[in-house]
């Protein structure tokens, strides 16, 4: 719809898909918002050679000289700092609690997971690795600072990884404590953590780990992974939620190197950090719900911070070459047949790291329009209709493993009936697929199911974690006017 | 739709009293709230409401020729009637007075750009072919037909009113954009009108003592019922597949059908063509002239106000426009009807 991003930076496009249409008296405007950030010189996660991450063609120009000034007064090692990475810092926090030692392949995998993490790392790119037990210790290269990374660095990290012992508790809020001060320490202008889990936050009150999130949020965005069956799944999707990264489960160890390599390169492609979503509303309005609903559901709703009158900003983290859809619900006061409203205006904004205006990367319109015609009003647009069942279904699925988990067969069976249902409709297959490993499927069409009587942890806490990935509409059905 | 003529000929006599209260974007306080500015896209920053388009509300008028108004009305979210006023001059140095009124079709895509062409291709055909001394009759014909094939032009053609893009209208993409037309010419003390679809043509005499009459038939369901003796007039009307129209212009019309009839009035009155948006508040030729203002013909403008403003008075359920042509006596020893 809108593309006002410089071009200087990755293009943002913003996009509403709606039906503007109301009838007599509505109020209730819903509208998706596809967002994409194309151009930014970002490789699509695939990590370039070093010769051709040196050659000027690669040269991105999303950090700009002051972002350069900025890194070398940071650590005097501006000497690698040519390529994308520039500006950006990773921390690396791996549990080495005492359960790390039963199997004793567990701490051997996640070693190995950090050493290929860190393999993945551009040059240039600043990092830190925290051994995480009851309490945070920087393991490499401490003093409260971060590598610059580099064949050397990389090396000395991998030897620092083998000196790892399993011993101690678990307080994740400690991890994240201590890598928010050595990433606010490093002044790079993309500030990403990694955490890996196998067990239970158990060393520390819930309401410490939730002071550490809260803490965190807006200052570093985060991954975290659950490595076999031990942890709380809660726990690992409430920090990535929180930070604004994913969550998944690694079940089985042996998988985490190639998880971790994926992650890596993931982080590595981000280029405009600290974008929020601002919406402006009409006086009178009210915001009933804002959610990223791809490529995963998270509520953003309680998120909001004021942002002059009646605009909002919500976070949405850093951002690479990617697209992501936002739900949102807005609730206006009705106007008379055949008026219009702007019912939102949706911008994605970037703060001025000098601290002067944020910057519009993109901008689209949330419009409403009272009408006496009904075949208009009373259509509902295909994308609002996709999402919504997509919310439904991460919804329904966490509520049935509850039931289940608390007894109410009946209450499990129905709710994950209609998990089974949503997901066939909407061709979520990864989500089926997870939902038969916990459930025999009758039909899926009416989300007849029954419940198996044994189910393994990991394919519970797979679906759990996973439940709110989200599949697109299917555009080929939708036909361009 | 002024802005829209290519060959931006069409001089605004009258300003619309509308646009003249549209806030320049930064300036005024919005309409709505008088509190807000509003933005460079048309909307209040305080309660978001969308400032009147142009189109909204249209007035225009050519001298004491002939004038027109067309307003959105009070139901519908945007305006899909058009129209088109002018003069021409005629070969023997006489002034031919024409007008023409659209109204798209809702149920199909881009009404209003279906309409907007419709008026615009008729008024020129008419413009260049009536100078030359073409028959009227044949020439309103022809500027039916060279309106039908406006239309059918836009089922090819990508939206152009970039109000919503993609999505937009997402309801009505299955149908060809399409609308209906009337027209009127008064040259040579004779009055032609054209028509396909429901808009229609009164006559309305200055002597309101002698009686109104309508000069079109509807293309509609409820028309054809009784002209074929299966429904009384009553019974028709009150069918609720009355206002369909069987008629129209646009690439799904099965077969065009252009409607012609000349008539030589002989006494002073005035033609009011109008789209069903007026009528549907005044239907029969004795409900029209009763709303007509008694000094139409001396002010046109004032009196396609008054008609639209009937319109709104009832409910304004519709788009409403309306062309008022003044249709002088004939010389004295003119043949008469």
């Given at each position: 719809m809108a593309n006002f991003s410089k071009s200087s930076v990755p293009r943002f496009s913003v996009e509403v898909y709606q039906n503007e249409y109301l009838p007599e008296g509505g109020s209730e405007v819903h509208a998706v918002v596809t967002v994409g950030a194309t151009g930014g010189g970002t490789t699509g996660g695939v990590p370039l050679p070093a010769a051709a991450r040196r050659s000027p063609h690669r040269r991105s120009p999303a950090q700009g000289d002051a972002a350069h000034d900025q890194r070398a007064q940071g650590d005097g090692a501006a000497d690698a700092a040519d390529g994308p990475g520039r500006g950006t810092a990773v921390v690396l926090m791996v549990d080495c609690s005492g359960s790390m030692e039963y199997p004793p392949t567990k701490m051997r995998h996640a070693r190995d997971a950090t050493a290929a993490a860190i393999d993945t790392l551009r040059d240039g790119v600043r990092f830190a690795v925290v051994a995480g037990t009851h309490l945070a210790r920087e393991a490499y290269p401490g003093g409260g600072r971060l590598a610059t990374a580099g064949a050397r660095t990389r090396a000395e990290a991998k030897e620092a990884l083998r000196r790892l012992a399993p011993g101690g508790g678990t307080a994740i809020g400690t991890w994240l404590r201590l890598a928010d001060r050595l990433l606010a320490a490093s002044g790079a202008a993309i500030r990403h953590g990694v955490l890996l889990t196998d067990g239970r936050n158990e060393h520390e009150a819930p309401q410490d780990l939730r002071a550490a999130l809260d803490a965190c949020a807006g200052r570093f965005t985060c991954d975290a992974r659950g490595v076999g069956t031990d942890w709380e799944v809660a726990e690992v999707t409430g920090v990535a939620s929180a930070l604004l990264g994913t969550a998944d489960i690694v079940a089985d160890p042996a998988g985490l190197s190639a998880d971790f390599t994926r992650m890596m390169e993931h982080a590595m492609g981000k280029e405009v950090p600290d974008v929020a979503l601002r919406l402006w509303t009409p006086v009178g309005a009210e915001i009933v719900f804002v959610k990223q609903v791809a490529p995963a559901v998270e509520d953003l709703t309680g998120r909001r911070t004021e942002a002059g009158p009646r605009a909002g900003d919500y976070p949405t983290g850093s951002w690479g070459d990617e697209s992501r859809d936002y739900h949102l619900c807005v609730r206006v006061p009705p106007a008379g047949l055949g008026q219009e409203m702007l019912a939102a205006r949706v911008s994605l904004v970037r703060p001025d790291p000098a601290g002067g205006l944020p910057e519009t990367l993109g901008q689209g319109?949330?419009?409403?329009?009272?009408?006496?015609?009904?075949?208009?009003?009373?259509?509902?647009?295909?994308?609002?209709?996709?999402?919504?069942?997509?919310?439904?279904?991460?919804?329904?699925?966490?509520?049935?493993?509850?039931?289940?988990?608390?007894?109410?067969?009946?209450?499990?069976?129905?709710?994950?009936?209609?998990?089974?249902?949503?997901?066939?409709?909407?061709?979520?297959?990864?989500?089926?697929?997870?939902?038969?490993?916990?459930?025999?499927?009758?039909?899926?069409?009416?989300?007849?199911?029954?419940?198996?009587?044994?189910?393994?942890?990991?394919?519970?806490?797979?679906?759990?974690?996973?439940?709110?990935?989200?599949?697109?509409?299917?555009?080929?059905?939708?036909?361009?006017? | 739709m002024r802005h829209d003529d290519p060959h931006g000929d069409f001089e605004l006599a009258a300003p619309d009293p509308r646009a003249a209260r549209r806030p320049a974007a930064g300036h005024a306080p919005c309409v709505a709230c008088r509190a807000g500015r509003v933005s460079a896209d048309g909307y209040c920053e305080n309660c978001g409401h969308k400032q009147p388009r142009e189109r909204d509300h249209m007035e225009q008028e050519r001298g004491r020729a002939v004038a027109a108004v067309s307003d959105r009305g009070l139901r519908h979210h945007r305006n899909e009637d058009a129209f088109a006023v002018s003069t021409a001059a005629l070969p023997d140095g006489s002034t031919a007075v024409v007008a023409i009124v659209c109204d798209g079709v809702s149920s199909a895509s881009r009404p209003d750009d279906a309409s907007a062409a419709a008026a615009r291709a008729a008024d020129a055909s008419l413009r260049a072919a009536l100078?030359?001394?073409?028959?009227?009759?044949?020439?309103?014909?022809?500027?039916?037909?060279?309106?039908?094939?406006?239309?059918?032009?836009?089922?090819?053609?990508?939206?152009?009113?970039?109000?919503?893009?993609?999505?937009?209208?997402?309801?009505?993409?299955?149908?060809?954009?399409?609308?209906?037309?009337?027209?009127?010419?008064?040259?040579?003390?004779?009055?032609?009108?054209?028509?396909?679809?429901?808009?229609?043509?009164?006559?309305?005499?200055?002597?309101?003592?002698?009686?109104?009459?309508?000069?079109?038939?509807?293309?509609?369901?409820?028309?054809?019922?009784?002209?074929?003796?299966?429904?009384?007039?009553?019974?028709?009307?009150?069918?609720?597949?009355?206002?369909?129209?069987?008629?129209?212009?646009?690439?799904?019309?099965?077969?065009?059908?252009?409607?012609?009839?000349?008539?030589?009035?002989?006494?002073?009155?005035?033609?009011?063509?109008?789209?069903?948006?007026?009528?549907?508040?005044?239907?029969?030729?004795?409900?029209?002239?009763?709303?007509?203002?008694?000094?139409?013909?001396?002010?046109?403008?004032?009196?396609?106000?008054?008609?639209?403003?009937?319109?709104?008075?009832?409910?304004?359920?519709?788009?409403?426009?309306?062309?008022?042509?003044?249709?002088?006596?004939?010389?004295?020893?003119?043949?008469?009807?």
């Open positions: 319109l949330v419009r409403a329009v009272w009408t006496a015609d009904t075949a208009a009003s009373t259509s509902i647009n295909p994308q609002v209709a996709h999402y919504t069942g997509q919310a439904e279904l991460a919804h329904v699925i966490q509520e049935g493993l509850e039931a289940r988990k608390s007894g109410d067969l009946y209450g499990a069976t129905a709710r994950l009936g209609r998990a089974v249902q949503l997901a066939a409709a909407s061709g979520n297959t990864d989500t089926a697929k997870l939902l038969s490993k916990v459930v025999d499927v009758v039909d899926a069409a009416t989300g007849t199911v029954r419940l198996k009587a044994k189910v393994a942890d990991a394919d519970e806490m797979t679906l759990e974690t996973r439940s709110t990935k989200t599949v697109r509409v299917n555009r080929t059905h939708m036909k361009k006017p | 100078p030359l001394g073409t028959d009227p009759r044949q020439a309103m014909h022809d500027a039916i037909v060279a309106a039908s094939d406006a239309v059918n032009a836009l089922a090819d053609e990508p939206p152009g009113d970039g109000s919503g893009g993609f999505g937009h209208d997402a309801h009505r993409h299955r149908n060809a954009p399409a609308c209906t037309l009337v027209g009127a010419v008064a040259a040579h003390g004779h009055l032609v009108v054209g028509w396909v679809g429901d808009s229609r043509a009164y006559w309305v005499p200055d002597d309101r003592a002698t009686p109104a009459a309508r000069l079109t038939e509807d293309d509609s369901w409820a028309a054809q019922m009784v002209a074929a003796g299966l429904m009384g007039e009553a019974e028709a009307y009150a069918d609720e597949r009355a206002h369909a129209i069987t008629g129209w212009l646009g690439a799904d019309a099965y077969e065009l059908e252009p409607h012609t009839a000349v008539f030589r009035p002989d006494r002073p009155g005035v033609v009011v063509v109008c789209t069903d948006g007026l009528w549907n508040y005044a239907e029969s030729a004795g409900d029209m002239a009763r709303v007509l203002p008694a000094d139409a013909a001396e002010h046109p403008l004032h009196c396609a106000r008054v008609l639209v403003g009937h319109a709104l008075d009832g409910g304004g359920h519709d788009n409403v426009t309306v062309a008022v042509v003044p249709f002088a006596a004939p010389e004295p020893g003119a043949v008469s009807a």
